[in-house]
């Protein structure tokens, strides 16, 4: 499975932006999926999370309210709309596939895109 995550740019804060993670494989579907961001010079932190059936979703606090994903079978693309936006929000967002075990920690993930960066100025 390779990923593609894109959608990233700069915003305002209050800004919203949507994320996007274009897997190619047939496979795809069949993983939850889960997104992280890493902010410089810190670890990389769980976001959110969608199982296959997308019947599941699962959040980070700091995001629940503000941020949903959500996945189109159809065109193996899942999605993180984001809206109210603040500069805390800043980091290089990762999508991720294929976890093993616990969804909100990274290691626990096989593939992973390359990232897109959101930057949110005050």
């Known amino acids: 499975v390779q990923l593609q995550a894109s959608g990233g740019g700069v915003v305002q804060t209050g800004g919203s932006l949507r994320l996007s993670c274009a897997a190619s494989g047939r496979t795809f579907n069949i993983y939850t999926v889960g997104w992280f961001r890493q902010a410089p010079g810190k670890e990389r932190m769980f976001v959110a999370a969608?199982?296959?059936?997308?019947?599941?979703?699962y959040y980070a606090d700091s995001v629940k309210g503000r941020f949903t994903i959500s996945r189109d079978s159809a065109k193996s693309t899942v999605y993180l709309q984001m809206n109210s936006l603040v500069p805390e929000d800043t980091a290089v967002y990762y999508c991720a596939a294929g976890a093993s075990g616990s969804l909100y920690y990274a290691y626990n993930y096989q593939y992973w895109g390359q990232g897109t960066l959101v930057t949110v100025s005050s």
């Open positions: 969608i199982n296959r059936s997308a019947g599941d979703t």
